[in-house]
């Protein structure tokens, strides 16, 4: 049998060290664009954006592991169609050159995701995606910049943290009423527009710039979220909808094709209905139960959401999805003044019970509000 993964990132570098871990001895191949072996995204507006890490330190595996055990590593290289009926992966190289089919039994999808473009011809934005935006982006990061970042979402408010450390005046400009409100919701979005402010950030908030707005600074990031690659799968005809659609088990409409990842919508046995998570843990775990299951497993992928962010002094971890419904009230353990080094806990509550639930500086509560998710409040 052989298992083709198109998608070099994390969850194609976790992919196929599970096959290899489950004992599958076959033929591996692994389709990359990026000319990197396969890496972890945090870093890149984390540590690695501050110089404090290694690109080396975020590698899934280094070169010689993929090697070792036998795996068909084609980086640089482009899927440019897949003819589901006569199960082939068609490539070419970036960089130009012959194309090459790959023929598979089974195929996993981990293509990943894009950032959002800005419509603004004026201004030359940096985006954050790949290790060499980065590479750009702490170049630009220098003492006394004037950085312009537009999105306080996660990205966004990473390298605004990133930025100030590094000295850089920042401003981030965000559409809604507070950063992170659509994920956090008032009571603890408020939360991080006083860390940011706190650190000296101008944060304008209920704001959509122009092109006049950014008049002075050296740089602008846009960080206004990301799109789902799913364009090999729509044109191989691939169930599609905000992401590829697949079952329980991460299955397409292809009983031959998986999706994981940024890509993956799925219908989520425990929350009951579907769900599209952009995070790193989710690359992680998902890659795992879809390769387990291309070699005969049946195996539901039921694990919750879970993120985690670091920004200045404070590490927060959040586990759970509130969903199209909401919730009625947050619960607040501990108090939020985290400039002062303060720890809490937070519980979104629905019903009666816990949908959702986050520490902020407070590491032992890290398995106690993954427990928390279902139970009475």
Same mark, same amino acid.
């Given at each position: 049998?052989?298992?083709?993964?198109?998608?070099?990132?994390?969850?194609?570098?976790?992919?196929?060290?599970?096959?290899?871990?489950?004992?599958?001895?076959?033929?591996?191949?692994?389709?990359?664009?990026?000319?990197?072996?396969?890496?972890?995204?945090?870093? +890149?507006?984390? &540590?690695?954006?501050?110089?404090?890490?290694?690109?080396?330190?975020?590698?899934?595996?280094?070169?010689?592991? @993929?090697?070792?055990?036998?795996? *068909?590593?084609?980086?640089?290289?482009?899927?440019?169609?897949?003819?589901?009926?006569?199960?082939?992966?068609?490539?070419?190289?970036?960089?130009?050159?012959?194309?090459?089919?790959?023929?598979?039994?089974?195929?996993?999808?981990?293509?990943?995701?894009?950032?959002?473009?800005?419509?603004?011809?004026?201004?030359?934005?940096?985006?954050?995606?790949?290790?060499? *935006?980065?590479?750009? +982006?702490?170049?630009?990061?220098?003492?006394?910049?004037?950085?312009?970042?537009?999105?306080?979402?996660?990205?966004?408010?990473?390298?605004?943290?990133?930025?100030?450390?590094?000295?850089?005046?920042?401003?981030?400009?965000?559409?809604?009423?507070?950063?992170? +409100?659509?994920?956090?919701?008032?009571?603890?979005?408020?939360?991080?527009?006083?860390?940011?402010?706190?650190?000296?950030?101008?944060?304008?908030?209920?704001?959509?710039?122009?092109?006049?707005?950014?008049? &002075?600074?050296?740089?602008?990031?846009?960080?206004?979220?990301?799109?789902?690659?799913?364009?090999?799968?729509?044109?191989?005809?691939?169930?599609?909808?905000?992401?590829?659609?697949?079952?329980?088990?991460?299955?397409?409409?292809?009983?031959?094709?998986?999706?994981?990842?940024?890509?993956?919508?799925? *219908?989520?046995?425990?929350?009951?209905?579907?769900?599209?998570?952009?995070?790193?843990?989710?690359?992680?775990?998902?890659?795992?139960?879809?390769?387990?299951? +291309?070699?005969?497993? $049946?195996?539901? @992928?039921?694990?919750?959401?879970?993120?985690?962010?670091?920004?200045?002094?404070?590490?927060?971890?959040?586990?759970?999805?509130?969903?199209?419904?909401?919730?009625?009230?947050?619960?607040?353990?501990?108090?939020?003044?985290?400039?002062? &080094? $303060?720890?809490?806990?937070?519980?979104?509550?629905?019903?009666?019970?816990?949908?959702?639930?986050?520490?902020?500086?407070?590491? *032992?509560?890290?398995?106690?509000?993954?427990?928390?998710?279902?139970?009475?409040?």
């Amino acid at each position: 049998m052989s298992i083709v993964i198109v998608g070099a990132g994390l969850a194609g570098g976790t992919a196929v060290a599970e096959l290899r871990d489950k004992g599958y001895t076959g033929e591996i191949v692994l389709i990359g664009a990026e000319t990197h072996l396969p890496y972890e995204r945090p870093p +890149l507006s984390k &540590g690695f954006l501050m110089g404090a890490q290694e690109f080396d330190e975020a590698l899934v595996h280094d070169q010689a592991w @993929y090697y070792d055990e036998r795996i *068909d590593l084609r980086l640089g290289v482009r899927a440019t169609r897949i003819d589901l009926q006569a199960k082939v992966v068609h490539t070419e190289p970036v960089d130009g050159g012959d194309p090459v089919d790959v023929s598979y039994d089974k195929l996993l999808l981990a293509t990943g995701a894009t950032p959002r473009v800005l419509d603004m011809a004026s201004w030359p934005f940096l985006y954050l995606r790949t290790i060499d *935006d980065s590479r750009r +982006l702490r170049e630009a990061l220098k003492p006394g910049a004037r950085v312009a970042i537009v999105g306080g979402g996660w990205i966004g408010l990473e390298v605004a943290s990133a930025a100030r450390q590094l000295g850089a005046e920042v401003t981030v400009f965000e559409l809604g009423e507070l950063p992170l +409100l659509r994920v956090l919701g008032p009571e603890v979005a408020k939360v991080f527009a006083e860390l940011h402010r706190g650190h000296g950030v101008d944060l304008r908030l209920g704001w959509k710039p122009d092109s006049a707005d950014f008049a &002075g600074f050296d740089m602008a990031l846009a960080a206004v979220g990301v799109s789902p690659d799913v364009s090999l799968a729509q044109e191989a005809g691939l169930d599609c909808d905000n992401g590829v659609l697949v079952d329980a088990t991460l299955r397409t409409s292809d009983p031959s094709v998986y999706a994981v990842g940024d890509i993956a919508n799925q *219908d989520h046995p425990l929350l009951g209905r579907r769900i599209r998570v952009e995070h790193w843990d989710n690359a992680i775990e998902q890659a795992k139960v879809a390769a387990r299951n +291309l070699l005969g497993a $049946d195996e539901k @992928y039921d694990r919750q959401p879970y993120f985690f962010t670091d920004q200045y002094d404070l590490g927060m971890e959040y586990v759970g999805n509130v969903g199209p419904e909401g919730y009625d009230h947050v619960e607040i353990e501990g108090t939020t003044n985290v400039l002062d &080094g $303060d720890a809490f806990r937070a519980y979104w509550i629905r019903g009666g019970k816990v949908v959702a639930a986050m520490h902020a500086n407070d590491w *032992d509560a890290s398995d106690a509000i993954r427990d928390s998710i279902g139970t009475d409040r």
